[in-house]
């Protein structure tokens, strides 16, 4: 009869591609999650997920109120499409929900950056993409380690027991 | 659940070594805990282990943000204190549960 052999998690390559906000908290939440369990985290930035580490925008994402189903006023019913077109809207419903968050104690995006480099995880920005919306390294916060190809980021992504996860 | 002689004592663990009753927790069974990981405690780790204790027995919830907040360590000093898995392994010598928080 075959051995099953299990390999603990190693290193996790987190991918995020999207700037809204409960895409890019999906990304850093596994990635924090992976750093506070002693694995080896790193976490690149591409397409409109770039949002979340450039200085101007990084602390105000939105979430979509416009196009989500998945939306609820407060109280459960349906959120109207037709609602969620009115300026402002959008802007409210994301504030509100970055406030229902910090009660949990998840912090804003900058902090929790620096939280995962606090513990050794690494941030990269795609560079296919920097070059498309004219982004450098001076308009990344800090904890941007550097700005990469994919080539490089697959090189990085070697080893037993690594993964990649793409949100 | 298992028994478990350490420091002199006789402590409940659960099968992956916590401490189930935290009140059977003093600083030597902390110290010799620390030792089967290979870390050999300072006051700087016994003021963390005491600011969980105190959290933890106080219901909160404890994240790794609050640790970060509390102005005894910083996020760095903490992963460095208790390397690998620094919330797990702390809460493991503090005699308090597993944490259950995803921050």
């Known amino acids: 009869m075959a051995t099953k052999e299990e390999y603990p998690l190693k290193k996790v390559l987190i991918i995020c591609a999207k700037g809204n906000l409960?895409?890019?908290y999906a990304a850093l939440?596994?990635?924090?999650?992976?750093?506070?369990?002693?694995?080896?985290?790193?976490?690149?930035?591409?397409?409109?997920?770039?949002?979340?580490?450039?200085?101007?925008?990084?602390?105000?994402?939105?979430?979509?109120?416009?196009?989500?189903?998945?939306?609820?006023?407060?109280?459960?019913?349906?959120?109207?499409?037709?609602?969620?077109?009115?300026?402002?809207?959008?802007?409210?419903?994301?504030?509100?929900?970055?406030?229902?968050?910090?009660?949990?104690?998840?912090?804003?995006?900058?902090?929790?950056?620096?939280?995962?480099?606090?513990?050794?995880?690494?941030?990269?920005?795609?560079?296919?993409?920097?070059?498309?919306?004219?982004?450098?390294?001076?308009?990344?916060?800090?904890?941007?380690?550097?700005?990469i190809t994919v080539g490089q980021f697959y090189e990085m992504a070697g080893g037993i027991g690594t993964q990649i996860i793409f949100v | 659940m298992a028994e478990k002689v350490i420091a002199g004592r006789t402590i409940q663990v659960n099968d992956e070594g916590y401490m189930t009753n935290p009140s059977e927790w003093t600083r030597e069974i902390a110290a010799e805990m620390a030792k089967e990981e290979g870390i050999t405690l300072t006051d700087k780790h016994y003021a963390?282990?005491?600011?969980?204790?105190?959290?933890?027995l106080a219901g909160e919830t404890l994240t790794i943000r609050k640790i970060g907040s509390s102005g005894i360590v910083d996020l760095k000093e903490f992963y460095q204190l208790f390397p690998g898995g620094p919330l797990k392994l702390a809460s493991k010598l503090a005699g308090i549960p597993k944490p259950t928080s995803c921050v």
């Open chain 1, 22 to 24: 409960e895409d890019v």
């Open chain 1, 29 to 147: 939440v596994m990635a924090n999650g992976a750093v506070m369990e002693g694995i080896e985290t790193k976490l690149f930035f591409t397409f409109f997920g770039l949002d979340a580490i450039t200085k101007k925008r990084m602390n105000c994402l939105h979430t979509a109120t416009v196009g989500n189903p998945a939306l609820r006023m407060p109280g459960g019913l349906p959120f109207p499409t037709l609602l969620g077109i009115l300026p402002g809207v959008e802007a409210g419903v994301s504030a509100m929900m970055r406030k229902e968050m910090d009660k949990l104690d998840i912090p804003p995006v900058k902090e929790f950056l620096e939280m995962i480099t606090a513990g050794g995880g690494e941030i990269y920005a795609c560079k296919l993409a920097a070059d498309m919306f004219k982004l450098k390294k001076e308009d990344f916060t800090e904890e941007v380690l550097d700005i």
């Open chain 2, 48 to 56: 963390v282990l005491e600011y969980i204790r105190e959290k933890a």
